[in-house]
Every structure is written in structure tokens, then in C-alpha cells.
């Protein structure tokens, strides 16, 4: 599916960064009427959708895509290509902001939130630079528009205005632009220096250099400096940001933002590193303990939070360590699994805080205790609510089982069993975390007079989120039995493989 | 006739202007007269630029005199570069200075002010051109005296021990140069720079040269605000006018280290200073201590305009610290970073002035609410705030590139990360006014109507620097050919042997 | 013992110099501030004039019989130098009469706010 066969093929590129930014500016033109501003939102969304599957095909047919724009400094370009790797998470984040916009649509009005105009536009602008991430030729186009879309989405933070609102911003933006300035400038700093190139190459650029010290310290300064993976004890800001109206949280802080982070490693570790060259930095076995030791300790203190967005906050970072982990392990298959795990953490996590936002609009609720009973008021919302949680367990038949399934596989071919075991412990963390809030919900009555339950009683969120919900919900039923184009694009990354035959021995 | 007096052209129109300024009689007019000669002043200066990029250097003998008798100006890439910024950073701010100039200074001393900026400006432009020894000290003080005058024309009256004190440390420290052009003129007999750094090579070692080194140093140091000698700067810039702090921190600061440069990499041989005097690691340290203190200090302070104040001594602490690296890279970036931080401090302090326009003083809690009220201010503000933090796509950014790429260069691992570190404590006070601008509410009983946005001659000036910020942090051509080419010449041209020695006749 | 008697002019510099500076630094009064100022500027002024002295050497102006003078160029130097000094001291003493008239006191110490200590 082609609409833009006309458009010559590199400059889909430059449209896939500037639609969301004209979109932005055509919102603050049509900011009286707030009907016109959500369909320019919607409109833009679309077409944007539709340039990243016009790059998708292209991509599938070996055609070669870059741009370079001015040199920043000398040998070092902004400059753009197209590769599986990005073209996969252009894919994920350009099609659930369609479902955002309409979401946020519902959302909004029924929350009636302020500032709307201010927020749809630094909303296109942080998916401006998503796309710009993810077509990055080199590391500094990485991190510039790692930088922006920190900036970008730092008023969507702290859109309330509030106190809580303030202090949550200020550890966002804290957090993440002083491990992006400490560590990870300083990483793409140290980069430079040693290789002399920062462009991503198949195979990595760093295996010239024979100094493990100097591996094993850029390494752990790309997985700190990657804030947005929010690998302990830089986890904070994620937590933080949950202040956010829920669209935010859940596009944002559950796919843009936070995926940005993930991508961004598994970009380091496939294109900077390279996979065969990341065995044998001396870190890597640290951040990938380090990493475990993530996933683990923060579905514990999910399981403490009261608060719906803040357990959902905890379990996100502990599934962003599943992807690190999968980077790390520096076996084709893990990393595989580490991309997918990207598409269906994205659908699985934007449906549970789609039900969180819901469930604040319609009923009111922010805490788990008060939700007992809900499932009677808001079943169709409840229903998402458990089938996106059974993804993220990774229970067939919901589109998070092929992922850990590939990540359990990379495992054991990496011999790590320990990593087998945190993944094991860890779905069972989730079910506990995860399961009791639709259970609850369905079987628990606050009431003590049961009456038989009627259409009548529903009290759902607007339409428009209800929508949103529903569709991201058959996403994950849907990626169980059709990933076919992701797996086949995951194959199309250099070094990296689903089949584990062809590895085997 | 006019292209063969170019090189003169920065200093005399500004100095012939300032009696003209005086005469005149109404402030509009003076304004007017101050503007446009200054603006003439920086089209020279583009031209100097673009001849010594295209042709070396540029010698212009004064009076006929030829060099090494007579006083030489000495153009080439290095102060071309740094001249241009400054002349043009004069411009913008003596077009923003009309109603800035208004409200904060009374009527009856307009004339005085604009006739001060014209001789500052003579005496920087003079500073940067001028190839001798002795006629740089006496350009110095023409500037620094017309600064004291600057900064006391505040209507504060802390302005006056502000500037008292500005004064008697300024003058300390130009007395310090003074002793070390003194002490080299006795052992060489010349003063003219090219002159005098092909007679102290020389010498092997002397002790005169070397006790020269140190007080010229001292005295720089002074000039240039470095720590710990910068206890005159924050007052100063505290409580002149904002105008004068604008045209100030992005100009006389940087002259200084333009000046610091010039005697360590022309005159003295970076060879000698760094390697023989190990004048490397004291600067060196010196500048990490400036950037660390005096961010921290910056973030404790009250008043925006101290805020700003000690940030400029870390930054220059930033620029110190590329001489100290002992590189064509390290220089390179102190160069860079001299013109970056002129964008970002000129349109910062443009705006703390307009908030002083509308609000009347510049506290933190003056601040609040400012975000609604004065928009493009405010926008203004925290795109060159960010510049100060170095986010990629401001200029702030490129500086840090080139500064820490130079030091791990060298290997140099510990100093990277401190630059970066420090630069972490710019985004506690940089974000402190801008949490008050944007998330606080106009304080009760201003009256809204009153507070609102500045005149367009303060915005537009404003917002050239904001927008240059951005332009030269993506399009960094200009700025790195310049820099690199001045860079290059500086450290070649102090690294070569001995060329034939200019005989002195009797 | 002839170390000193041969350097005696810079003798004569150092301690006009120290005293000049210790009375900046230690003097409460501004106007003695400035005062010290002129004096440490001055013996710089003695610096550059004693080195300008050739042994032997009469002063430069031109007259018949006599073949060795002494250095004229840091005499004009000094004089460009003086020049200065003066223009220091007098913006240096218009500042202390208005600080006289803000304040209504030129000692450092009754000055109320510690802000304004110089």
C-alpha cells in the first residue's frame, strides 16, 4: 500500500518529521473551534500513518532512503536513514497516535482540561521527533532529537499546572536531561573520540577498538544515559510523569517516550556495539544483571501501588528492562524478542492506561481498592482492561506471548539461566500485579443486595475513548495470530533473526 | 581611501562619535547617532573578517609610523573574529538601549550614557585591533573607565560602590599589566607584539619575562573575572543598568580573554607558558573551581541579574578552560565559546532588562506569572536559557561539543565529565526562573494591565540574539571556519621557531 | 650588601608599591582608597622612568656635544600612563561625591548594608 508512489522515496522521510510539525501549527491555527482543531489532529495522524506504511513498503523492497540535512559539526551530519529497526517503531507510534487523538478527544472534554490547543500541539511536536528518532542516521541526530522530544513533552508533564504537577515535571525533566547531558552526551562524546565515525553501521563501530576498559565504561554510560529506558536507579522520572492527563501516560510514557528510550539502546547495541561485539564488553553481563534486578524489584513495588497509574508506571519499567535485557544478552534471538517486545508492550500497556483514563473519567477512580464492582458499571472497559493484561503476562492467545517467547529462547541460547528464571518470576509477578484489578472488578460487589445485572446499569467513558480502548484491545488479539510483517521486518535487521534453527549448532 | 584605513575604522568612529553623542543635545538624537555609527563599526568589522579569512593577516601602520617604531594594528582571523561579535553585540544593544535607557537612567544623563558606550566601545574595538603591548593597556583603560562610568549610571545608588569597587580592582588589575609590559619592554626593548615574541624566544629562561608573564596574568585574570578574582563582576552586573549589563557581559569580559589569549599564544609562546611555567594545570584548575562555584552560586542567589552574573564567571571559567587544554581544538572551542556565550548572555540579560522595563525590579519573585503576561520575553528568555544549558540545536550545545571532544582528545576524561557536570547545575538555575515564570501566578495586587509586553526596539534586538542562538547552533559554518582558521594561525604562529629577528636600528 | 645598594630604585618601587596596595585593601576611608591607588600606580610610573636611564647617558634632547642619552620612549610611556591616572583618579573622587550624597558617608564601615562593602 503505496499513496505516496509519487514522492520521491527519501524525501518520505522529511515528511514523515514535518506532517506532525505543519499539524501542529494548522491545530494552533484552528484553535477557536475545537471540533475543526481535533479533526486537523486526526487528519494529521493519518497521514502520517500512511507515509510511515508508504516508508514501510519501500523498505520491504530494498529500496535505500536517507537525508542529510546541515552538518553540525564538521563530519557530523543531521542526517536521516531508513532501517527495519526504525522503521518498526515508526510503525507502533504512528499508528496508536491515530488511536490517541481520538482518545484524547473523549478524554479531554470529558475531563474539561485547560490548555487543550497548548497540548495537542506539544503533542505533534514530540511525534515530530519520535519520527526523527526513529529514522536517525548517527548518534547525534539521536540524541538532538532525544533532547527535544524531552523538551517537547516536558509542558505535557506538567499540563495541570498544580504543585504535584510542578514537582512531577521538574523530577521528569530532571532525571532525564541530566542523565542525557552527564552520560550520555559524554558516551556519544567518547564514541567519537575512539571510533571517529557515530554513523550506525551494521556490525557496530566499535570493534576496531581493543580497549575493554573503554567499551565497558561507554557502555554503562549509553545504558544510564538512555534515561528514557529507565533502567534503576533512573527510573524515577516515569513514576513522576504519571501527573500527566492520561493520554500522555499513554501514549507517551507507555509508547513514544519510553520506547524512544528502549529503541535507543537496542539501536546502540545492534548498530554501535553490534551484537557479536557486545559479548565481549566486559559491562554487559553488569547492566544485564542490572537490568534483571529492574524488572524484578519494580513489579515488587508495583504490587505496593494503590494508585492505577502509578502500578502501571511500575510495571512499565519493569517490562522497558525486558527490552534492555533483550539487548543486552547479544544473542539474534533475544534481540528479536527485544523488538517485538517493543510492538506488543506498546498495544498491551496503551490499552491498561486507556482503562485507567477511562475509568477516571467515567467513575472517578483513581485507586485499585475503590474499584471493586466496576466490571458491573464499566464492562467493556474492564474487559480490555483483563485482556491487556493477560498480553502483558504473555498468555496466548494475546500478542505478548511471541515475544517472551523469543526472549526465554534467546535466554537459554545465551545459557543465561539466571535471566530464564527472572523471566519466569517476573510473569509470575505480573499476574499477581496485574490480574486482581479485573478480577475484582468483575467479582467483587460493593453492594451486598445483588440485583441481575442490565445494559442500563453501564456508565461508560465518552465514545470516542471507547473506541480507542475496543481497537487497541483486538490489537492484541489480532498480533497474536497476524505479526507477520513486524517478524519479517525484525528478520530484515542486520545480525538479528527469529530462526533458531539457523543458529543452532 | 576608506578601504585602506579599515583596520582603524572600529576605533575611530567610535571615538570620534562619542564627543559628537555629547553635543548633539537630545537624547533621540544621540541614540540615533550612537546606533549608526556603531553599526558602520561592525560593517567594518564584517569586512576585517572577510579579508583575513580570505588573505592572513592584516597590518595597518598608525600615522606612518612603521612597525616595530611606530603603533601597529594587527588584524587577523583570531580578533576579526571576536571584533565582529562585539561590534555587532554594541549595535543590538544600543538599538534595545533606547527605551531600556528611559526607564532606568534619568533624563538628565542620557547623553553621558551614550557618549560612555562610544568610548567603551573605541576602547574595545581598540583592544582587539591593536598588534603593541603598551597601546593595548591604554585602549584597556579607556574601556574599563568608561565602563566604572557605565555601571554608576544606574539609579539605584548601590550602583556607585558597585562601580567604586569595579573601579579600584579594575584598576589594580590594569597596573598589574602595566608592570608586566614593563618588565618585558626592559628585557627586550620593544613593544610591539610579533616583535616582542620573536625577542623573548630568544632568551632560554629569564626571570624578568617570567615575573612579566605572572603579573600580566594577574592582571588579565582580573580583567577577565577569573576565579577566585572575580569578586568585582557580580555587583557590577547586579546593579548597572540593563542595558549596560547586556552590552557588558557579552563584550568586555570576552575582550579580556581575548586579551589573555593574545599574550599567552602571541606573545609569550604557548610553548613557554604552558610547558616551561606549567601555567596549563593552574588555569586549569582555576576554571573547573570557577565553574562549579560560581554555578552553585548562581543558583542560590535572588536576584536574576546576579543569577545570570556568576553563571557569565563560570562560563568564563568554560573558555579559560579550552586555553588550558593546550590544543588547536581546546582553542578552537574557548574561541567558539567566546562568541556563543556573547548571543546567550546578551539576550538573556536583553530580557531581564525587559522585565525590569515592565515589573521594575528583577527578582525571582518578580518573575512569577511572567510566562502569561510577557510572552515573547519570556520565550526569549528560555531559549537562550537553554542555549546556557547546552541543548542540541542552540548554540550552548555546539560549544560543549567542541569543548569536551578537545579535552578527550587529549584523554583528558576527568575534565569531559566535569564540564558536563557542571553544566548539570545550569539547569537548577535556569529552571528555577522559569518554574516562577511559567507555573506561578502574577503576585497580588500588580495590576495586569501593567504588566505586559516591552516595546518592540527592546523585542527585536532581543530576539535577533534568541534567533541567532538557535541559527549558528544548526548552521555552525561561520562560526567554526572563523574560530578554527583563528585557532590554527594563533597556535601555529606561536608554536614556530624563531623567523629572522627585526634589528632595531640605533 | 650591594645587592641592595644597586637595585635601590626598585626597592624604592617595592615599597612604594606595598604601601600603595596595603592602603587600598586596609584603608576605611574612599578617598584614601584612591589615594593609595595613585600611589601604587605611581610606582609603577618610577618603575618604567629608572629603567629608561642609561648609564652615562644625559636626557634626550638634542644637543651639540653630547653622544649618549638616555631612553626617551618610556618617558612618553609615563606620560600616556599619568594621563591615564589621573582620568582613574578622577572618575575614582566623582564617585565618592556621589556615593557622599547617596549614602552620606565616604567610610567603608558605615555603610548599613553589608552589600554595599567595597
Known amino acids: 500500500m503505496n499513496l505516496w508512489g509519487f514522492v520521491e522515496p527519501s524525501q518520505l522521510i522529511l515528511l514523515a518529521i514535518i506532517v506532525p510539525l505543519i499539524g501542529g501549527c494548522a491545530l494552533l491555527a484552528a484553535r477557536k473551534s475545537p471540533n475543526l482543531r481535533e479533526a486537523v489532529t486526526i487528519t494529521t495522524s493519518i497521514i502520517l500513518f500512511t507515509i510511515v506504511l508508504a516508508i514501510t513498503s519501500n523498505a520491504f523492497n530494498g529500496v535505500q532512503m536517507q537525508v542529510t540535512w546541515v552538518e553540525l559539526v564538521p563530519g557530523i551530519a543531521l542526517a536521516f536513514e531508513v532501517e527495519p529497526l526504525g522503521v518498526l517503531f515508526a510503525l507502533v507510534a504512528s499508528f496508536l497516535w491515530i488511536i490517541t487523538s481520538i482518545y484524547a478527544i473523549g478524554y479531554m472534554r470529558?475531563?474539561?482540561?485547560?490548555?487543550?490547543?497548548?497540548?495537542?500541539?506539544?503533542?505533534?511536536?514530540?511525534?515530530?521527533?519520535?519520527?526523527?528518532?526513529?529514522?536517525?542516521?548517527?548518534?547525534?541526530?539521536?540524541?538532538?532529537?532525544?533532547?527535544?522530544?524531552?523538551?517537547?513533552?516536558?509542558?505535557?508533564?506538567?499540563?495541570?499546572?498544580?504543585?504535584?504537577?510542578?514537582?512531577?515535571?521538574?523530577?521528569y525533566l530532571g532525571i532525564l536531561l541530566s542523565t542525557s547531558i552527564a552520560f550520555l552526551l559524554l558516551a556519544v562524546l567518547g564514541t567519537w573520540s575512539v571510533a571517529g565515525i557515530l554513523e550506525f553501521t551494521p556490525g557496530g563501530i566499535l570493534n576496531e577498538v581493543n580497549n575493554p576498559l573503554v567499551l565497558g565504561v561507554l557502555l554503562v554510560l549509553f545504558c544510564y544515559g538512555i534515561g528514557k529506558a529507565a533502567i534503576m536507579p533512573f527510573h524515577r522520572w516515569l513514576p513522576a510523569a504519571m501527573v500527566a492527563p492520561t493520554p500522555v501516560s499513554a501514549l507517551l510514557h507507555a509508547v513514544a517516550v519510553v520506547k524512544a528510550g528502549v529503541f535507543s539502546i537496542l539501536k546502540v547495541a545492534i548498530y554501535i556495539f553490534g551484537i557479536d561485539g557486545l559479548k565481549e564488553v566486559p559491562t554487559a553481563d553488569l547492566m544485564l544483571y542490572i537490568a534483571a534486578a529492574t524488572i524484578l524489584l519494580s513489579s515488587c513495588i508495583a504490587m505496593t501501588k494503590d494508585n492505577l497509574k502509578a502500578r502501571l508506571a511500575y510495571s512499565t519499567v519493569s517490562q522497558l528492562s525486558y527490552i534492555v535485557l533483550g539487548a543486552l544478552l547479544a544473542s539474534s534471538v533475544a534481540t528479536a524478542g527485544a523488538t517485538l517486545h517493543i510492538v506488543t508492550h506498546a498495544?498491551?500497556?496503551?490499552?491498561?492506561?486507556?482503562?485507567?483514563g477511562a475509568i477516571m473519567v467515567a467513575a472517578h477512580k483513581k485507586n485499585i481498592s475503590e474499584m471493586a464492582g466496576l466490571g458491573r458499571t464499566m464492562p467493556i472497559t474492564m474487559i480490555a482492561f483483563a485482556i491487556g493484561s493477560l498480553s502483558i503476562i504473555?498468555?496466548?492467545?494475546?500478542?505478548?506471548?511471541?515475544?517472551?517467547?523469543?526472549?526465554?529462547?534467546?535466554?537459554?541460547?545465551?545459557?543465561?539461566?539466571?535471566v530464564l528464571a527472572v523471566l519466569t518470576i517476573s510473569s509470575l509477578l505480573n499476574i499477581a500485579y496485574l490480574l486482581p484489578i479485573p478480577i475484582k472488578a468483575f467479582f467483587n460487589s460493593p453492594e451486598k443486595n445483588e440485583q441481575p445485572w442490565s445494559w442500563s446499569q453501564t456508565k461508560e467513558a465518552p465514545l470516542p475513548s471507547l473506541i480507542a480502548i475496543v481497537i487497541t484491545s483486538i490489537g492484541c488479539l489480532v498480533l497474536f495470530f497476524y505479526n507477520q510483517p513486524f517478524i519479517e521486518l525484525i528478520n530484515l535487521i542486520p545480525g538479528v533473526s527469529t530462526n533458531t534453527q539457523e543458529l543452532a549448532p | 581611501m576608506l578601504e585602506q584605513h579599515l583596520a582603524a575604522l572600529p576605533i575611530l568612529l567610535p571615538l570620534i562619535a562619542a564627543p559628537i553623542v555629547l553635543l548633539v543635545g537630545r537624547s533621540s538624537l544621540a541614540w540615533m547617532v550612537a546606533t549608526l555609527v556603531s553599526g558602520f563599526a561592525t560593517i567594518a568589522a564584517w569586512q576585517l573578517l572577510i579579508t583575513c579569512l580570505a588573505s592572513g593577516s592584516l597590518s595597518y601602520a598608525v600615522g606612518g609610523w612603521m612597525a616595530p617604531w611606530g603603533i601597529e594594528l594587527r588584524i587577523d582571523a583570531a580578533n576579526a573574529f571576536v571584533l565582529l561579535a562585539v561590534t555587532a553585540i554594541s549595535t543590538l544593544v544600543l538599538i534595545y538601549s533606547k527605551d531600556s535607557v528611559a526607564k532606568e537612567i534619568e533624563s538628565d544623563k542620557h547623553l553621558l550614557f551614550y557618549t560612555a558606550h562610544m568610548l567603551c566601545l573605541a576602547g574595545l574595538s581598540g583592544i582587539l585591533v591593536t598588534g603593541d603591548a603598551f597601546n593595548l593597556f591604554v585602549f584597556l583603560e579607556i574601556s574599563s573607565l568608561a565602563t566604572y562610568t557605565l555601571v554608576s549610571l544606574a539609579s539605584d545608588r548601590r550602583c556607585l560602590t558597585a562601580a567604586f569597587r569595579y573601579l579600584v580592582m579594575g584598576t589594580i588589575g590594569a597596573t598589574f599589566i602595566l608592570i608586566g609590559v614593563g618588565m618585558l619592554y626592559m628585557k627586550t626593548g620593544t613593544l610591539n607584539m610579533l616583535d616582542l615574541s620573536v625577542r623573548i624566544n630568544l632568551y632560554e629562561s629569564s626571570r624578568t619575562i617570567n615575573t612579566g608573564l605572572a603579573f600580566v596574568m594577574v592582571g588579565v585574570g582580573i580583567k577577565l573575572a577569573l576565579f577566585p578574582l572575580h569578586m568585582w563582576l557580580p555587583p557590577a552586573y547586579t546593579h548597572a543598568p540593563s542595558a549596560v549589563t547586556a552590552f557588558l557581559a557579552s563584550t568586555a569580559t570576552k575582550v579580556a580573554v581575548y586579551v589573555m589569549i593574545r599574550f599567552i599564544f602571541t606573545i609569550f609562546g604557548a610553548d613557554h607558558v604552558f610547558n616551561d611555567m606549567g601555567m596549563d594545570l593552574i588555569l586549569m584548575v582555576l576554571a573547573v573551581v570557577a565553574i562549579f562555584k560560581c554555578s552553585y552560586m548562581a543558583t542560590v542567589q535572588n536576584n536574576v541579574k546576579t543569577v545570570l552574573a556568576f553563571s557569565s564567571v563560570a562560563q568564563i571559567g568554560y573558555m579559560v578552560l579550552g586555553i588550558a587544554l593546550v590544543s588547536a581544538a581546546g582553542l578552537m572551542a574557548g574561541l567558539i565559546h567566546i562568541f556563543n556565550h556573547a548571543l546567550m548572555k546578551g539576550a538573556l540579560f536583553m530580557a531581564v532588562g525587559a522585565?525590569?522595563?515592565?515589573?521594575?525590579?528583577?527578582?525571582?519573585?518578580?518573575?512569577?506569572?511572567?510566562?502569561?503576561?510577557?510572552p515573547w520575553t519570556m520565550a526569549g528568555f528560555t531559549l537562550a536559557g537553554l542555549s546556557i544549558i547546552g541543548v542540541p540545536l542552540t548554540v550552548g550545545f555546539i560549544s560543549k561539543w567542541y569543548l569536551v571532544s578537545a579535552a578527550l582528545d587529549q584523554g583528558n576524561w576527568l575534565v569531559a565529565v566535569l564540564v558536563l557536570l557542571g553544566s548539570l547545575l545550569a539547569v537548577v538555575y535556569i529552571g528555577r526562573i522559569l518554574e516562577a515564570a511559567y507555573f506561578q501566578k502574577l503576585p497580588e495586587g500588580t495590576d495586569p494591565e501593567q504588566v505586559k509586553e516591552v516595546p518592540y526596539l527592546m523585542l527585536v534586538p532581543m530576539w535577533i540574539l534568541v534567533i541567532a542562538n538557535l541559527y549558528f547552533g544548526i548552521d555552525t559554518s561561520l562560526t567554526t571556519d572563523a574560530a578554527s582558521a583563528a585557532a590554527q594561525w594563533l597556535f601555529e604562529n606561536s608554536q614556530t621557531s624563531v623567523p629572522q629577528v627585526m634589528e632595531m636600528k640605533p | 650588601m650591594s645587592f641592595i645598594l644597586d637595585y635601590y630604585n626598585y626597592w624604592v618601587v617595592v615599597f612604594l608599591m606595598m604601601t600603595g596596595f596595603y592602603i587600598v585593601i586596609s584603608a576605611n576611608n574612599l578617598v584614601k582608597k584612591i589615594a593609595g591607588l595613585n600611589i601604587f600606580q605611581t610606582s609603577v610610573f618610577m618603575l618604567y622612568i629608572s629603567m629608561g636611564k642609561v648609564t652615562g647617558g644625559t636626557a634626550p634632547i638634542v644637543v651639540e656635544g653630547v653622544e649618549l642619552y638616555s631612553n626617551p620612549l618610556p618617558h612618553v610611556l609615563i606620560l600616556t600612563a599619568i594621563v591615564v591616572g589621573v582620568a582613574t583618579t578622577s572618575v575614582g573622587l566623582a564617585l565618592i561625591i556621589r556615593i557622599k550624597r547617596a549614602y552620606g558617608t565616604v567610610e567603608e564601615n558605615e555603610f548599613k548594608n553589608s552589600d554595599d562593602a567595597i
Not at chain 1, 497548548?118 to 538532538?144: D, E, H, K, P, Y
Not at chain 1, 498495544?347 to 485507567?356: E, M, Q, S, Y
Not at chain 1, 504473555?394 to 534467546?410: D, E, R
Request: charged share 15%; aromatic share 18%.
Open chain 1, 110 to 171: 470529558g475531563h474539561h482540561e485547560k490548555n487543550q490547543t497548548r497540548f495537542f500541539f506539544c503533542f505533534a511536536l514530540a511525534i515530530s521527533s519520535v519520527m526523527a528518532i526513529c529514522f536517525s542516521r548517527n548518534l547525534l541526530t539521536l540524541f538532538v532529537f532525544y533532547e527535544v522530544l524531552t523538551l517537547s513533552t516536558y509542558p505535557l508533564v506538567t499540563h495541570a499546572g498544580t504543585y504535584e504537577a510542578k514537582k512531577g515535571g521538574r523530577i
Open chain 1, 347 to 356: 498495544v498491551g500497556k496503551i490499552t491498561l492506561f486507556f482503562c485507567a
Open chain 1, 394 to 418: 504473555g498468555l496466548p492467545p494475546f500478542a505478548g506471548t511471541w515475544s517472551k517467547w523469543f526472549l526465554f529462547v534467546g535466554a537459554l541460547e545465551a545459557d543465561k539461566l539466571i
Open chain 2, 355 to 374: 522585565v525590569f522595563y515592565r515589573v521594575g525590579s528583577v527578582n525571582l519573585q518578580d518573575f512569577r506569572g511572567l510566562g502569561k503576561h510577557m
